[in-house]
């Protein structure tokens, strides 16, 4: 017999968390490189609802029930990536990333503070409606925001009223790099839909190696989007995501759901998917 309050299980929770968001074709399948990267903690949270019958004198509860279940995750992460943040705005995930483009000013000519159009080294991967940022390597306080007008060969025209805030002395300044890359922009105010994606949050068993994985097929973003910095530590973004529950018809033939259709009848919001090792 063991002692009284031994433990019954070794099903102790320790140890870093990874949380995979990706879009909802992925659920269940979703690979390392749909995490949201590093994590201070991740939290998820099943809610139940109970609904009493009450009967004699003096009242006595004689049965319960529960009426709803929801559930939720929230995570607190350090990584303010521009797919992070989009999640945190309810823009969802898309299924490939934007490739980074990036060059430098010609240095052949001095250019102005409120030049409309400037040089770089090469054009490359740069397009008309495409938003630029220019500046100095070790001055990122002369930046300069451009949208692309028009390019001819290597000449960039900005859209009308816009311009270089500060003069990008490339041929004067010998010895400073003048930086160009492509913004790849994270809209605010833009919603117009709810976004969905699938979610899983994995966990090492701290005895035995094994994964432990929690997966929901739909979930949405449910909280706002808070960012704070100072001089003494990393910043942190509070993440909360909804758990829903699939629609019929988003799990029928051709549906983004389809693969896991055998799966959530009888698993209608997610699982957790642990061994028999409890």
Do not use: C
């Amino acid at each position: 017999m063991a002692k009284l309050g031994s433990p019954q299980t070794t099903e102790f929770s320790i140890g870093t968390a990874e949380l995979r968001l990706g879009v909802l074709s992925l659920a269940s399948m979703l690979p390392q490189s749909t995490s949201v990267g590093l994590i201070d903690d991740a939290t998820y949270t099943i809610t139940q609802d109970n609904v009493d019958l009450e009967g004699g004198f003096p009242l006595q509860i004689v049965d319960t029930s529960i009426t709803r279940q929801t559930g939720a995750i929230t995570a607190n992460m350090r990584e303010g990536s521009r797919r992070n943040l989009k999640i945190m705005l309810g823009e969802g995930v898309s299924a490939t990333n934007p490739t980074d483009v990036a060059t430098t000013l010609s240095n052949a000519a001095d250019i102005a503070a409120g030049s409309a159009s400037f040089d770089v080294t090469s054009a490359t991967g740069i397009n008309v409606g495409d938003v630029l940022i220019i500046y100095p390597v070790g001055r990122p306080e002369d930046v300069s925001l451009i949208e692309v007008a028009s390019i001819a060969v290597n000449t960039i025209t900005a859209a009308t009223g816009q311009s270089t805030v500060v003069a990008y002395n490339a041929l004067t300044e010998t010895g400073t790099t003048f930086n160009v890359f492509v913004a790849n922009q994270v809209p605010i105010g833009a919603v117009t839909k709810t976004n969905y994606f699938s979610a899983t949050l994995i966990q090492q068993k701290n005895n035995t190696g094994r994964p432990k994985v929690v997966t929901f097929w739909k979930t949405a973003t449910s909280g706002s989007l808070e960012v704070s910095t100072n001089a003494t530590d990393y910043a942190t973004f509070a993440l909360e995501l909804k758990v829903l529950q699939p629609a019929v018809s988003e799990y029928g033939v051709g549906q983004p759901l389809e693969h896991i259709a055998n799966i959530i009848p009888s698993h209608p919001t997610g699982m957790l998917a642990f061994g028999a090792d409890q």
